[in-house]
């Protein structure tokens, strides 16, 4: 069996080394001239700025691919301890993530406490519901505007609101199988599931992606765009613009526009369905500034008057020379990315001072204009989204979004084409021995 893999970002690259320890071949097609997609870091005077995510958590995945790749000496490791604020009612208020920072924090009132605390008593998620509207029957109002939304909102720059659960709740929704949220948390943090360390590299996130790009470098095709799919056989063949290729398996990891031009021929009402889904438009800036707070950094209340959505304070977190990223925009502020450059650097720079006290230079802008998956409505169209037999989508908007789930559903797929690949030769295998033995 071989196995085409459209794109190498950490989706393509975890899947094909996973496929190499499994022994099933496998070629991955990268229109681009560097591995990593949206995992990209560079220098800029000397210090390394993040243009994708920021950290990941060192999940067993991610640890047995720095192991594979043998960068563990690069690994930067944060203090999973440190704070995470909110900018709620003009200044940063701590994120309680245990029961002591729970009692002391001032983001909730005693009466919200004691409604986030009444949790257990309330129904499962219902898939008719949004996302908004299930947090605040499980948690209360103030639970949700000061906390809950500035976060988990925050995370896909999108509004909760326009969020339906069936799709944004997923994963909520398989930890609340136990019966309660904050049991299952509680559960997590006591078997050390939500201590895993924020890590990143020397030479930041895309370290990774370079590392498992050289390691199967005999399989990772770069500045090779696939143009085209059609069936080829009981399998397909890739149009690359290096020249066709026939491959048994075809995943497809690039972004739900990109992929439903690849579909057209194939599945075109699939195609038709992805392009509907919604990204929402972000503009990161780099600042750096000679402050060294600690903590992860901060989200911003929803109606606090900032056009920020969060700053990460990766000075503090992996020691990079007081360089801090900036998120702008999002479902609220589509128009952002298209400002000019002064104005989108001015308005985080200003944001940033009046949040912190302290003055920042800016270094960086990046405009990620389809960035993070909305999960929004339009994610209804997911329903008409129907495969051939041997076509698998595996990105970050048909699971969850994070660098770990990314990787281990890389490690899933190797694990289900090694099982069919194992299957497949069987019957080979029997008619050998059958003809051997005459
Ligand atoms: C701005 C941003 C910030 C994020 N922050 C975090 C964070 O802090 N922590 C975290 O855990 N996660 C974060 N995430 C999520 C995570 O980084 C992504 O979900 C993940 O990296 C996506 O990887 P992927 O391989 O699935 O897709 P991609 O990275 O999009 O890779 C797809 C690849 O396909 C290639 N491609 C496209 N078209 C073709 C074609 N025709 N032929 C061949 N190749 C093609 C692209 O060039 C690209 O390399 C963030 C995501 C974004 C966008």
Redesign the pocket.
């Known amino acids: 069996m071989t196995v085409g893999i ?8 975890a899947l094909t080394q996973y496929l190499r320890e499994r022994g099933v071949d496998a070629v991955a ?4 001239a ?6 990209r870091s560079t220098t800029v005077d000397g210090r390394v700025v993040e ?7 060192l999940t067993p995945e991610i640890e047995s691919l720095i192991e594979a790749c043998g960068i563990e000496a690069n690994v930067r490791t944060a203090d999973p301890d440190l704070p995470l604020y909110v900018y709620a009612d003009g200044r940063l208020r701590q994120v309680p993530f245990s029961p002591r920072e729970f009692l002391t924090t001032d983001l909730l009132s005693t009466r919200g406490k004691l409604r986030m605390l009444a949790e257990p008593l309330t129904e499962g998620a219902n898939d008719d519901e949004t996302a908004a509207a299930y947090f605040v029957r499980k948690f209360g109002k103030e639970a949700y505007h000061n906390v809950i939304e500035p976060l988990f909102g925050g995370i896909y720059g999108s509004d909760p609101a326009e969020m339906p659960g069936k799709y944004a709740l997923q994963t909520i929704s398989r930890m609340e199988r136990s019966g309660s949220l904050l049991r299952a948390a509680i559960r997590r943090q006591l078997d050390g599931k939500d201590r895993k360390p924020p890590v990143s590299f020397d030479d930041g996130m895309a370290q990774l992606p370079r590392a498992l790009y050289e390691h199967n470098a005999d399989r990772v095709e770069l500045e ?4 085209g799919i059609e069936t080829a056989g009981d399998g397909y063949r890739l149009d ?1 613009a290096a020249g066709p290729r026939t491959v048994d398996r075809v995943v497809l ?3 739900a526009d ?1 992929t439903a ?2 579909l057209s021929g194939v599945a075109p009402e699939s195609a038709g369905a992805l392009r509907r889904l919604r990204y929402n438009p ?1 503009a ?1 800036v780099h600042l750096v500034s000679d402050t060294e707070p600690a903590g992860y950094g901060y989200q911003v209340r929803h109606d606090e008057s900032l056009q920020t959505l969060g700053v ?1 304070w990766n000075t503090s977190l992996f020691d990079r020379d007081g360089v801090y990223t900036c998120f702008l925009g999002g479902m609220g502020n589509p128009g952002l990315v298209d400002r000019s450059d002064e104005e989108i650097g001015r308005i985080a720079k200003t944001e940033f001072e009046s949040v912190l006290g302290v003055s920042a230079e800016v270094v960086n802008i990046t405009r ?1 204009r389809r ?2 998956p909305a999960y929004d409505g339009s994610w209804t169209a997911m329903e008409a989204v129907d495969l051939p037999e041997g076509i698998t989508l ?3 908007y048909t699971g969850r ?6 990787v281990r559903e890389g490690k899933r797929l190797a694990e289900r084409f090694a099982s069919e690949a194992e299957t497949e030769t069987e019957p080979d295998r029997d008619r050998v021995a059958a003809e051997a033995t005459g």
């Open positions: 459209v794109g190498a970002g950490i989706t393509g690259l097609f990268e229109a681009t560097e591995p990593g997609g949206v995992i243009h994708g995510p920021q950290r990941t958590r090779t765009p696939v143009e690359t990891t690039p972004r990109v031009d690849l972000l990161y990460t990620h960035g993070i595996a990105s970050n979004m994070g660098v770990p789930a990314r």
